[in-house]
């Protein structure tokens, strides 16, 4: 259908719009206009990409002038491949509605890993094998190594496409990850470079977070984006944590030792140079001389986007004398390697400030604050001038080096923490330096100041307020919609009290406890026996879950359970988890039945959805509070509250809800799909914590549902699932929450959807 | 209507059954054992604060829910303080129109007598409440057949009763009770509907096979099969009854169960694919020979040829009008001669489905002015059954 949204024409690829896509769009739709940021919450399952998509794509095609290309992130390959085929459906609704073929370029771009074609090198296992492989076989010297030695293996389909891909532009159309390697099977072209390419004239771009934040990455595959796009971060929920980690490093004793491999090879390796190409080693040299000059006239002129670790002061300055010959760089290394080594050696845990870590640094071994700064930037140049192969085998040396440009750059926003062994095992020596990111609007601040505008939405993201607070930016719009239902279709319960009336609870003091142990078991045992197919149950941490379980085998909870349902159980392990997931689906798929056990924070709780039969309902065992006893938390919270005003109390309860909300948000994946929500611990019957909860599952807690016992929890679910039970037609819910384009532009109904967008 | 169902022939009582844990008076269970009801959110206040309305709704709700289910015609007393608007349509009613209807049908009734039927939010408890009906129960992960197809309807009730007693435990499997019935209904003519209606109380089922592959065989061999859910929406029974063409219904409360039960009465719709439409039909007089004959003798029916069970010899019986083999009940098919063999009330209880009565209208009682319109009206329903009687003695 047909849209209009304050006098923009959006073509709108189904026939039915539910009215808080609607309101989603003329949010969205003042955000560009304001060419300002934006933080919109949405509830999954009401179609947050595909209006997205449809209005940003009229927005380009109104005014090309002002939003030249759309960055979409989202976080895993399958979320991605949706999105494309989303937007595969609204170009086909284009082409018919207009009749003409029109110009649009979509891709999507993923690691190598998954754009590969070669096939010697695709058929490796490992994200890294496949990038080290494919980085022997294209270097550029390889290469030329190839003209005296025509022995050298290259890979045929990235020659072939540097000889002729870059002329051709790649046709218009939607290109999926399927497709591109289809495209570069086709034209004999490497789809991974092809992409990347491409991805300079595409109109739109979906692909990873990681490669427009972790600035490692960003720099070689973003850097060159146009200002006027707008970049949407899907299900950016986590998005300060995954800025954080990208901007971490963490040292322990065989990265150093691997390091010092690394610089002994790079000195093998610049002795032979040095006997036999000299020259070489000497224009590097000269070039260092000259400075970064280039890399500063383009940043001046903006074309690149920023990279936090190359500060724009080091553009300003050429590299220090002291470690401009290859020799000396290599000493520095050193140096500072054998330093790193006697930090480690402590007995008792660290924590110290950046410009501490620079003052004893000095004192110690003599290395300036300058030559640090420059480390990243010299180690490139060398290990380009040395012409080494295989950058993986190098990693260390690499993180070594970011570690030092990084320390000697920001004062403020990194903490260092030595530990000398992990808190579980106090007696095993394992000395960790860890160099964490306490401020997440540092890796992602690059991005907020180049592009014009950043769309940051899930369907959690409650309270809006705090993103802004912490990524430091300031938003034009900030909203929250709830979702339009013709049927309760979600029944979020809060169970405070066993049978026996004792508190459930999660909290440390009666973790062990074994009457909330056994009313835990109770519960699950209860539950498992009224809900139908599959129920996912959400524990705090492995170590919980472990004790839990223990303890349920014992009292033979387990062994009553399995009578109603199997039971399956994530671990750490991915491969087990993904097996315990395929079996379980199985288990739900054939009546058997079955619960999964997992835990908040872990992959099942952020990656999978359980739709309809899959998750009937999920229990939430406690309040997946982050464990607070570590150092790295501490130190991050002392940062929030002394820079950003925010008490450690509320920062960790909004962490721990918005988790308890991605956990709870796993089973209820549209309109159709129905859900028990059961929360049981007392404590989020405070107002503190429901208050924290998105809206469009807070509306549905009434007073009723606080504080229940197991006994009466069963008998609303009972009723729930009978209810929900009952026939559901398309047509019950035109007119509530499912509009054709008539009643869409009826009166009533635009006074109502203005309600439905709840401004933060 | 023809229901082919069918004779006691009560499972081996070989294995020791605890008895269920049931009270002496079932109907008066322990109310704490129960459920929490909430009976104070039926009830709203009007403006004024009184309870009135809202009693007096839920009274007329369930007379007119009665006159539904039972067919009566509301007679206008009942329609007194009526406002035919205000009230929603009983749950469930779907009507056919004008569409050919399978009249003949043989249908399984599966009933889940796993442990879950010792639920208690139906009351007494969910089995005493299900089994109204029912053939194969499904216990212990296996099949047991209680009955076998044959359309008396007092065997039948006389099996259920005592079931009533027998002890729920284990788990049901689906799968084998599907095989179980498949394995009688594919025997079954192509020109009747092979049906199976299974009233399900578990939400799990444990399957010695994959029973998708079940599933396919069902609907080549065009099993209907219908589920009624006592608990909650289970996905393998949506998919079985998506496949088979049967309906899914889960139940809120015991006369929503009841409705739902009703429903299962009227014939479905016959598939187009169905074979023949015109069946020879034959209608056995009841012969008794009488003791004082001289050449009485017992005989055996075709019947216990096969089953061999019950008394084996008889005086009186059903004789096939072309053939003259014996049967000892009705509807059968003949043995010999493969001639469909009823009753003439069999039929007569098949032809209102065929031809449902027209839903009465409703007229306040207001506008009937004086006790001659009453009169009236009865006067033509009087008529109207008494021509019903005649068209069934026309087919007949």
Not at chain 1, 15 to 23: K, L, N, T, V
Request: net charge neutral; aromatic share 8%; charged share 25%.
């Amino acid at each position: 259908m047909k849209l209009n949204i304050e006098g923009l024409l959006v073509y709108f690829p189904y026939d039915y719009i539910y009215p808080e896509q609607y309101s989603y769009m003329l949010e969205l739709k003042r955000t560009l206009d304001a060419k300002g940021h934006g933080v919109l919450e949405m509830p999954s399952g009401t179609g947050k990409t595909i209006s997205l998509l449809s209005l940003i794509v009229a927005y380009q095609r109104a005014f090309p002038l002002d939003v030249t290309k759309l960055i979409y992130c989202s976080r895993t390959v399958p979320e991605i491949e949706k999105v494309v085929e989303e937007l595969r459906k609204l170009m086909e609704f284009y082409a018919k509605e207009t009749g003409e073929v029109n110009n649009f370029l979509a891709l999507a771009l993923s690691s190598r890993k998954n754009l590969c074609i070669h096939p010697e090198v695709s058929a490796l296992r490992f994200g890294k094998e496949v990038d080290g492989k494919c980085h022997s076989l294209t270097a550029s010297y390889i290469r030329a190594q190839r003209h005296s030695n025509p022995d050298q293996p290259v890979c045929r389909f990235y020659e072939e496409f540097d000889s002729v891909g870059r002329q051709v532009p790649l046709p218009a159309g939607i290109y999926n990850l399927d497709d591109l390697k289809d495209f570069g099977r086709r034209k004999g072209w490497c789809p991974y470079y092809l992409a990347r390419y491409s991805i300079l004239h595409a109109n739109i771009v979906v692909y990873s977070y990681h490669y427009l934040l972790d600035p490692k990455i960003a720099d070689l595959v973003s850097k060159e984006l146009a200002k006027k796009s707008v970049v949407v971060f899907d299900e950016a929920h986590n998005i300060d944590n995954v800025c954080i980690d990208s901007m971490s490093v963490n040292i322990t004793r065989r990265t150093l030792d691997r390091c010092q491999n690394n610089v002994d090879t790079l000195q093998h390796t610049i002795q032979r140079i040095k006997d036999t190409d000299a020259a070489k080693l000497r224009e590097e040299y000269r070039r260092l001389v000259e400075g970064l000059k280039e890399a500063n006239v383009a940043r001046e002129t903006d074309v690149y986007l920023a990279n936090p670790v190359l500060p724009d002061e080091i553009l300003q300055e050429a590299v220090p004398g002291s470690i401009r010959t290859a020799e000396h760089f290599l000493g520095f290394l050193r140096r500072f390697l054998e330093y790193l080594k006697s930090r480690l050696r402590v007995q008792h845990v660290v924590q110290e400030s950046a410009p501490q870590f620079l003052k004893d640094i000095f004192e110690k071994v003599c290395i300036d604050r300058k030559p640090l700064r420059f480390c990243a930037e010299r180690l490139q140049s060398l290990l380009r001038t040395l012409e080494i192969a295989d950058i993986a085998d190098f990693s260390a040396v690499t993180l070594i080096s970011n570690f030092a440009t990084l320390v000697s750059t920001y004062s403020l926003g990194f903490t260092i923490i030595i530990e000398p062994f992990d808190d579980r095992t106090p007696t095993i020596a394992n000395p960790v330096l860890h160099f964490s990111c306490m401020d997440p609007s540092i890796a992602i601040k690059p991005v907020f100041q180049r592009f014009q505008s950043v769309v940051i939405t899930s369907g959690t993201l409650s309270p809006l307020d705090i993103y802004p607070k912490i990524l430091d930016f300031r938003p034009v719009t900030m909203a929250s919609f709830t979702m339009t239902l013709a049927r309760t279709c979600l029944c979020p319960l809060i169970v405070g009290r066993g049978n026996d009336q004792v508190a459930l609870s999660s909290k440390f003091e009666t973790r062990e406890d074994f009457a909330v142990i056994r009313n835990y078991g109770n519960l699950l045992l209860e539950m498992s026996a009224i809900v139908p197919d599959g129920i996912v149950a959400f524990f705090t941490s492995y170590v919980y879950m472990e004790n839990i379980v223990a303890s349920w085998y014992e009292q033979g909870i387990l062994e009553n359970i399995q009578r109603n349902k199997l039971i399956f159980i994530e671990t750490p392990d991915a491969a087990e988890t993904s097996m315990a997931l395929e079996k379980y689906q199985e288990a739900c798929e054939n009546g058997r039945g079955a619960i999964l056990l997992s835990v908040a924070r872990g992959k099942v709780s952020e990656g999978i959805d359980f739709v309809h039969h899959f998750g009937r309902a999920v229990i939430m065992f406690g309040v997946p509070y982050v464990y607070t006893q570590s150092r790295i938390l501490k130190a991050r919270l002392e940062y929030l509250r002394d820079q950003f005003q925010i008490r450690e109390n509320d920062f960790l309860t909004f962490d721990a809800m918005r988790h308890a909300a991605q956990c709870v948000g796993r089973a209820i994946r549209g309109k159709t799909d129905y859900g028990l929500m059961i929360f049981a611990d007392k404590r989020y019957a405070r107002a503190d914590k429901r208050g924290k909860l998105p809206r469009w599952i807070q509306e549905h807690i009434n007073d009723g549902s606080l504080n229940l016992t197991v006994d009466e929890t069963v008998q609303l679910s009972k009723h729930f699932l009978r209810q929900m039970a009952q026939p559901f037609r398309q047509e019950d819910q035109l007119g509530l929450s499912l509009l054709t384009l008539e009643q869409l532009q009826s009166e009533e109904m635009l006074k109502r959807i203005t309600q439905i967008a709840h401004q933060a | 209507m023809i229901i082919k169902e069918d004779r006691g022939e009560q499972h081996s009582s070989a294995q020791v059954l605890p008895r269920v844990e049931m009270d002496e008076e079932p109907e008066r269970a322990k109310r704490w054992e129960g459920g929490y009801e909430r009976t104070w959110e039926v009830l709203k206040e009007d403006e004024s604060g009184s309870l009135k309305a809202t009693v007096e709704e839920i009274l007329f709700q369930s007379k007119r829910r009665r006159c539904v289910e039972y067919g009566h015609p509301p007679t206008p007393h009942t329609l007194r303080c009526c406002k035919p608007s205000a009230f929603p349509p009983p749950r469930v009613i779907e009507s056919h129109g004008q569409v050919r209807l399978g009249m003949m049908r043989h249908l399984f009734v599966v009933v889940d007598c796993s442990r879950s039927m010792e639920d208690q939010d139906l009351k007494p408890n969910r089995l005493t409440s299900t089994l109204k009906v029912g053939v194969i129960t499904t216990k212990n992960k296996r099949a047991e057949k209680l009955t076998d197809l044959a359309g008396n309807p007092k065997k039948h009730i006389s099996a259920l009763k005592k079931a009533v007693d027998s002890a729920c435990v284990g788990e049901p499997s689906l799968y084998n009770a599907l095989s179980l019935a498949v394995q009688t209904l594919k025997h079954m003519p192509g020109h009747t509907s092979r049906e199976v209606l299974i009233i399900l109380s578990s939400l799990t089922t444990c399957d010695p096979a994959n029973i998708y592959d079940l599933v396919k065989t069902l609907k080549c061999l065009k099993v209907r099969v219908s589920v009624i859910g006592l608990s909650a929406e289970v996905r393998v029974c949506t998919v079985l009854t998506r496949e088979t063409g049967g309906s899914y219904h889960v139940i809120l409360d015991e006369s929503h169960f009841k409705e739902l039960l009703m429903l299962h009465v009227k014939p479905p719709p016959a598939s187009s694919s169905s074979e023949c439409s015109l069946i020879r039909m034959g209608f056995p007089q009841h012969a008794v020979a009488s003791a004082m004959e001289r050449d009485a003798r017992p005989s055996f029916s075709m019947s216990h040829l096969d089953s061999g069970a019950g008394p084996g010899l008889s005086l009186g019986g059903y004789f096939c009008p072309q053939c003259h083999a014996k049967y000892s009940e009705l509807p059968v098919e003949c043995k010999v001669c493969g001639l469909t063999l009823v009753s003439a009330p069999h039929l007569a209880r098949s032809f209102h489905h065929l031809f449902p009565l027209q839903p009465f209208v409703e007229s306040p009682v207001e506008e009937l002015q004086g006790s001659r319109y009453l009169h009236a009206h009865a006067r033509a329903l009087c008529g109207y059954s008494s021509v019903t009687v005649l068209v069934w003695f026309q087919v007949l």
